[in-house]
């Protein structure tokens, strides 16, 4: 009778396992699941869709949704990953995603193949309810504090990627002005929004050009990653005059982030114009009227025509003959309809980046590591031919900005399976990033202005695709090492 009770209970106990949906027959494992609110649930756990589910001893069961569980000990190798993933995607604490890395690198069995495999999930990111509120924020690498406001669409659904907009405030305003402006046609179209304030060491002084309010504007887009499911390949940026400047300077820093940009009443500043280099790629419709500040609209005339002829790439300039320094509200349907429109290509075959300080000189899989001496940098004195005292302000004005775009450095890539081939001014090394989608197997040449400098195979590293992925938290820009090479 105890045999037989026994048979019955197993038989029963199969019964059950077989009967749970999903994939059960692939590790079930018991483990522990600790939540979000300090929760624990021991038990067998079975990975599914969108949650798990925990089996205690007793029969009972509970479903957890995934994006609730903040650790997890035990369980399948491939739900355990999924989870440490997310965690490095979302957490905010520093000394956590460490742990995570380090957790990760430990764990027996972490594969490439399994790495690529859970990369490939979709990204698990907790509901949130549609509507505005207004985010702390750090400035990265700074201790300065300010917010800005983030207004998620009706319909908002974590489990699919949506668009991102930020948007930058004019001198002495507000991040709840650009929410204001924008709020209506956002969330007719389905997008997240983001919309900055200043912090007050800047607030009312116009755009600064600094290393701090270009940091603001990539913090946001990093917190907003944290809060919500973006998709890192429609992330838009606009602003308005002061703001204006800022979609350039930022666009023209971090051209890897953006998929198209808006200024409006804004104009690229003259000693940053051989980055207008970086706007390759990018969707650029710009907003302006032909009676504001004369040297204002000469530089944006002078950009775009630069944009447009120099570089051929196709702007959209609608200069409006009747106004000064509006806002031009009425066209953001229409801007609208153009940044939705483009897309950022995450690992182009083609691209190009131009730059004068590490910092800022990287995008896609190539990174300026290095300039010659001559190269031009903001505030170096730059040579004018020809110039003359008789020469207007405007005719002054244009020959410098030609010259520090004549003078900045920059590198054009192209690839092909294996083989790199790189064109390069004012520089002096390069970095070469390697996706996935190459034959590890095979050498991987790389070609420098017709040198060969570098032969040979290169291995992928779990160390390094973490690294990255916990600096971009972009699932859909990944790479798994690096070749560095003097030019």
């Known amino acids: 009778m105890i045999v037989a009770g026994k048979t019955v209970r197993a038989i029963a106990w199969l019964w059950v396992i077989l009967s749970v949906p999903g994939p059960t027959a692939l590790g079930q494992e018991r483990g522990t699941l600790r939540l979000e609110n300090e929760t624990t649930l021991l038990g067998t756990i079975v990975d599914q869709d969108d949650h798990v589910l925990v089996r205690s001893s007793d029969g009972s069961e509970k479903r957890v949704a995934k994006y609730r569980?903040?650790?997890?000990?035990?369980?399948?190798?491939p739900l355990w990953l999924e989870m440490a993933i997310s965690g490095l995607l979302t957490e905010r604490d520093p000394g956590e995603v460490s742990r995570l890395r380090e957790a990760i690198l430990?764990?027996?069995?972490?594969?490439?193949?399994?790495?690529?495999?859970?990369?490939?999930?979709?990204?698990?990111?907790?509901?949130?309810?549609?509507?505005?509120?207004?985010?702390?924020?750090?400035?990265?690498?700074?201790?300065?504090?300010?917010?800005?406001?983030?207004?998620?669409?009706?319909?908002?659904?974590?489990?699919?990627p949506w668009p991102l907009w930020i948007s930058m405030h004019g001198t002495g305003g507000r991040g709840s002005h650009c929410a204001s402006f924008l709020e209506s046609v956002t969330q007719r179209r389905g997008i997240l929004l983001a919309c900055p304030t200043e912090h007050e060491e800047q607030h009312g002084k116009g755009w600064g050009y600094s290393d701090d309010e270009r940091e603001l504007t990539l913090s946001v887009l990093e917190d907003v990653k944290r809060l919500c499911h973006v998709d890192t390949n429609r992330v838009y940026l606009n602003g308005w005059s002061r703001g204006g400047h800022a979609a350039y300077d930022v666009a023209d820093h971090y051209p890897d982030k953006f998929a198209a940009i808006n200024p409006v009443i804004g104009a690229p500043r003259a000693r940053y114009f051989g980055l207008l280099r970086n706007l390759e790629g990018i969707g650029v419709t710009i907003l302006n009227g032909a009676k504001d500040d004369p040297l204002l609209v000469q530089a944006a005339r002078h950009g775009v025509d630069l944009l447009s002829k120099r570089l051929e790439l196709d702007v959209v300039y609608d200069e409006d003959p009747e106004q000064g320094h509006v806002l031009f509200l009425d066209k953001m349907p229409g801007v609208t309809d153009y940044l939705l429109h483009h897309t950022r290509d995450p690992d182009p075959d083609h691209l190009v980046i131009a730059g004068y300080d590490p910092k800022y000189a990287e995008r896609a899989w190539l990174k300026i590591e290095a300039f010659d001496d001559d190269a031009y940098a903001p505030g170096k004195q730059v040579r004018i031919k020809g110039i003359s005292d008789r020469w207007s302000d405007s005719r002054k004005l244009e020959a410098f900005q030609e010259a520090v775009y004549d003078g900045t450095a920059f590198a054009t890539g192209d690839r092909k399976d294996n083989f790199y081939s790189i064109k390069t001014e004012g520089i002096t090394q390069l970095t070469i990033r390697l996706p996935d989608s190459i034959n590890w197997d095979r050498s991987i040449i790389v070609k420098v202005n017709g040198r060969s400098k570098h032969r040979g195979k290169v291995e992928g590293e779990t160390a390094y695709l973490l690294d990255h992925l916990i600096r971009t938290r972009d699932r859909q820009q990944v790479y798994w090492n690096e070749i560095t090479v003097d030019v």
């Open 106 to 160: 430990a764990k027996d069995g972490v594969t490439p193949e399994l790495l690529r495999e859970v990369l490939e999930k979709p990204d698990r990111r907790p509901p949130r309810q549609a509507g505005r509120t207004v985010e702390p924020i750090t400035i990265r690498g700074t201790d300065k504090k300010t917010e800005y406001v983030l207004v998620v669409p009706e319909g908002y659904d974590p489990s699919k």
């Open 69 to 77: 569980i903040a650790r997890m000990e035990g369980g399948a190798l």
